[in-house]
């Protein structure tokens, strides 16, 4: 039992995929002493290092060491904080990312991203929701993707789970309006990360993970519903899904592969 009230008032933020990229970008700029930053990610190494980065920035850091799309455990441990101190703040951005230069996708690697990127984000949020609900504050973020906005027929897995994440966001946001409970989908374009150092084609306006994820904050600041950037690709991409079919499938046929899974594994650094 926590009796100390400087330390129930801080408040808690939840972060997946906090391990690398932006991820882990977003807990070092959170990291204040008047926050509780909860971090989960896979690799424990990985976990430790950002905790003793955010620590010294005078956070108070806990650990789940574990992946998210174990249902029971995720859902066990965000239970007991959100009974143990209220979640304010949880960001899903834990994700994985995969394409088509080697050949189709295979069956394990569709399922893989639609387990991570929309089983795992659910997984993150469902359970603290009705502790949002019941407190009648508190924020939910979600980290979709320009991929979300069209089908890639370079990554049509990551794409439709993109698009998943996306909408249920903007349903969400309108639901739970009512409860003073805020959502907010991210849609950001190419950010320098582990995952998107695999490319080998050009990556327009791509911006570095630190700026991303200060457009991000700023944002969830202002509760802002949708956080999108670059405006320019955008809007470039509201208009596209906008021109004849036969157009957007020959466009589309042009798009360079994205690497797929080496050996159908998930990559530590993608979650």
């Known amino acids: 039992m926590i009796k100390n009230k400087t330390i129930m008032n801080k408040q808690t933020i939840l972060i997946t995929g906090a391990t690398s990229g932006l991820g882990y970008e977003i807990a070092m700029q959170y990291a204040t002493p008047h926050v509780r930053l909860i971090l989960v990610g896979r ?3 990985q976990l430790n290092k950002i905790a003793n980065l955010c620590n010294l ?3 108070q850091t806990h650990l789940l060491a574990l992946d998210i799309r174990e249902k029971k455990a995720l859902t066990d441990h965000l239970t007991d904080f959100c009974n143990q101190y209220g979640i304010d703040i949880v960001v899903a951005c834990a994700g994985v990312s995969a394409g088509t230069l080697q ?3 295979s069956p394990s690697q569709v399922q893989t991203i639609f387990d991570t990127n929309i089983n795992g984000v659910l997984n993150t949020i469902m359970p603290i929701i009705p502790h949002m609900i019941k407190r009648r504050k508190g924020n939910i973020v979600i980290i979709s993707s320009m991929a979300g906005l069209i089908g890639l027929s370079s990554a049509p897995s990551y794409s439709a789970s993109k698009a998943c994440i996306r909408v249920f966001g903007e349903a969400l946001r309108g639901y739970l309006k009512q409860y003073n ?3 907010t989908v991210v849609i950001p374009g190419y950010i320098k990360t582990p995952m998107t150092e695999v490319n080998n084609f050009p ?3 791509i911006i570095s993970a630190e700026k991303a994820a200060q457009k991000i904050i ?3 600041s202002n509760n802002k519903g949708v956080i999108a950037f670059p405006t320019t690709i955008y809007l470039l991409l509201k208009c596209f899904n ?6 957007i499938d020959y466009i589309n046929s042009k798009i360079p592969g994205k690497p797929a899974f080496e050996n159908n594994e998930l990559k530590e650094d993608d979650q």
């Open 181 to 183: 409970v805020h959502t």
């Open 43 to 45: 690799n424990v190494y």
């Open 203 to 205: 990556m327009p306006f």
């Open 103 to 105: 050949g189709p996708e």
């Open 57 to 59: 920035r005078g956070a």
């Open 218 to 220: 700023k944002g969830v």
């Open 242 to 247: 906008a021109l004849p079919n036969q157009l």
